[in-house]
């Protein structure tokens, strides 16, 4: 596994990104761009299991490692949901069960670093490599234009 490190600046509040990063309308209006009606279940508390989730139900098993709030998130991935059911233990889940990622937001004079560090397996690092900045433009819009 390696790491991908991706930052924006926005013109916002670290508190303005924080809500559009995880408040569950606009959380599902950024996240699109990696699978269109994407969303989370979760209670968003340290700790806490997050379901990320696509349209059909299917996605990740993560979990809330640390949270400061409007500074830092960072999640563990655990497994996959298919077909309703989380799975922890295949094969497939192993090779890249305990990757990390990471939100880190920065306040300097008025706008916010967004930093987004992320491990992935080879085989998934063109994609997201490809879709973050995608998704980081669509957290920065929502960000500046007040959703």
């Known amino acids: 596994m390696q790491k991908i490190n991706l930052s924006t600046s926005i013109n ?26 994407s969303y989370a279940v979760t ?9 990320f989730l696509s349209a059909n139900g299917e996605g990740m ?15 563990k991935h655990l497994g996959t949901v298919k077909n309703g059911v989380e799975d922890l233990d295949s094969e497939q ?6 990757a990390m990622e990471n939100y880190t937001l920065r306040e ?7 930093t987004v560090e992320m491990d ?7 994609y997201f490599m490809n879709t973050w900045p995608r ?4 957290v920065k819009l929502l960000s500046e234009n007040n959703q």
Do not use: C, H
């Open 108 to 114: 300097t004079g008025g706008s916010t670093t967004l």
């Open 61 to 75: 098993v993560s979990k809330i490692e640390m949270k400061k709030p409007n500074e830092f998130m960072s999640f």
């Open 12 to 37: 916002a509040s670290k508190e303005k990104v924080w809500k559009v990063l995880w408040d569950d309308s606009s959380y599902r209006k950024w996240t699109r761009v990696f699978s269109e009606g």
């Open 43 to 51: 209670d968003w508390k340290e700790g806490s299991k997050v379901l």
């Open 120 to 126: 992935v397996t080879d085989d998934f690092k063109d």
């Open 135 to 138: 998704a980081l433009e669509e």
């Open 93 to 98: 889940t192993k090779q890249w069960s305990g």
